[in-house]
């Protein structure tokens, strides 16, 4: 009896289904490292939404004025700036404090900013230096990251 012919077979087909699973390793290996590589996992998360702002400074007044866009709760949208802030109303007059981080919702926004809806904000020092910058900001509070929408810088 020849017990050879058998197992020679079996050894042969061993080392083709070695060879397949290692490149098989190899692929998904590459695969998952070059995701990451490439942020993929970030990418898929929600971008923000579409918006296009304006603005207008008069050299003590800025107003910030939202064009077109989705429309946004008033509540995931901050006005950050790098020097503090107040409100204004149409006259002029202060209202609200003085702050580098104001809410939408602070600023006399309820539900959702849309297309037309503005803000008017005064420096505190009375005017914005070449490197004061404003930025509008969405921030859901469902996730841990922010979004900038606009950003104007004094020149």
Do not use: K
Not at 2 to 17: K, Y
Not at 29 to 58: K, M, R
Not at 128 to 151: F, G
């Amino acid at each position: 009896m020849r017990l050879g012919g058998n197992f020679a077979d079996r050894d042969a087909s061993s080392s083709v289904l070695s060879l397949v699973l290692m490149v098989g390793m190899v692929v998904l290996l590459v695969g998952v490292v070059g995701a990451f590589a490439f942020n993929v996992p970030n990418a898929l998360e929600d971008p923000g939404p579409q918006a296009d702002f304006s603005s207008d400074y008069d050299g003590t007044v800025l107003a910030l004025t939202y064009e077109r866009g989705d429309s946004i709760p008033a509540a995931d949208l901050l006005v950050v700036t790098s020097t503090p802030v107040h409100q204004v109303d149409a006259a002029g007059s202060p209202v609200g404090p003085d702050a580098t981080e104001h809410a939408f919702t602070d600023l006399g926004h309820a539900g959702d900013v849309q297309a037309g809806d503005a803000v008017s904000l005064a420096p505190a020092s009375g005017s914005l230096d070449d490197d004061d910058v404003v930025r509008v900001v969405y921030r859901p509070p469902s996730s841990d990251r922010s979004t900038v929408l606009y950003e104007w810088q004094a020149n």
